[in-house]
């Protein structure tokens, strides 16, 4: 091999191990956004009306479209920054923030009908 094409081939990323700890520590800030975000919003759960149902509907697309939205950029810019493979990061931080904000309504779905009502979100069991 030539010694301009030795060049082409090599990453120069950063370690698997560095990688899973800047990974992990961006999905945790992220996570605890959507937290922070869904809390700030519980009294918008609370629908006594039609209007309030519809008010609550679009907080919540805001709330977690724009959560999935910066979950794409921030994965973007971190496969960037670690390496270069930004559309794999993105795509990576969407799917975790999505199935855990849907594990989060399950389990809060389960507490609330258990008598824990009003963490992210006020249910009707």
């Given amino acids: 091999m030539s010694a301009e094409l030795a ?5 120069s990323g950063r370690g698997a191990l560095a990688q899973a700890a800047v990974a992990g520590l961006v999905l945790a800030i992220l996570f605890a956004g959507y ?3 869904m809390r700030a919003t519980v009294d918008v759960s609370a629908v006594t009306s039609d209007q309030d149902a519809d008010t609550r509907d679009r907080v919540y697309l805001l709330v977690h479209g724009g959560m999935l939205g910066l979950s794409a950029i921030s994965g973007f810019a971190t496969g960037k920054w670690l390496g270069g493979s ?3 990061y993105a795509v990576l931080f969407v799917l975790v923030m999505a199935f855990g904000m849907v594990g989060l309504q399950l389990v809060t779905f389960e507490l609330a009908c258990h008598g824990h009502n009003g963490l992210i979100r006020h ?3």
């Fill in 7 to 11: 060049g082409v081939n090599e990453r």
């Fill in 35 to 37: 937290l922070a975000a």
């Fill in 86 to 88: 930004g559309l794999g």
């Fill in 123 to 125: 249910w009707h069991c």
